[in-house]
């Protein structure tokens, strides 16, 4: 069955806008499809309309750029803070476990360095990155403190780098990868990465602390 009726458009810029439109009811409800009449001819929208349109897809590019600019902020304010805390300890006091149950400061490095190279660097930069996780905490080579770090800066850059790359298009393509097969979208991982960041920065900054008062103990 069809219906045919009318589709009024409230426009902020401009005046109230009409246009016939036909309703075909299928034997769902879920089913309904609206559709222009056949016989109607396709009309440009008015100049309001245009204008509009064009005001919005601005307000979208600022806020992509928004996006951009406090994601590499929030980055790179992290990975200072890092860099910070790291610069007094020696190599020794960088692989000591001050705590029998945890991980050491290196090892969690590892474990950053690795997150954002396979999650945003392999999976949306294609850098080809081959993770090894269990590695990252089990490594028993006692990296020197300035190669982990530089692996690390190296990794932030990289981050940095992809996220000014991207698009509104590109933050909401599809996403999936191992251990995250739910994530959806691109801005999801750039999201759930810093957020990653953040905690094991909490936790670099409670071992620092607890090193300083073995020390000086």
Known sequence: MEILGVLTTHNPDGPVTSSP?????????????????????????PVASRAHLSNTIL???????????????FYHDKADAILRLLEPLSDDQVWARPYSYGNSIGHLLLHLTGNLNYYIGAEIAGTGYVRNRPLEFSDTERHPKALLLDRFRQAIALVRETLARQSPDDFSASYSAKGMEHAGSR??????????????????????KELERQKAG
């Open 21 to 45: 439109i036909s309703v075909h009811l299928c034997s769902s409800v879920a089913e309904i499809v609206f559709s222009p009449p056949a016989e109607l001819p396709f009309q440009n929208p």
């Open 59 to 73: 307000r979208m590019s600022h806020l992509n750029s928004t996006v951009i600019s406090e994601l590499t902020r």
């Open 187 to 208: 801005f999801y991982v750039f999201v759930n990465c810093a957020a990653h960041l953040a905690h094991h920065t909490g936790q670099i900054i409670y071992l620092c």
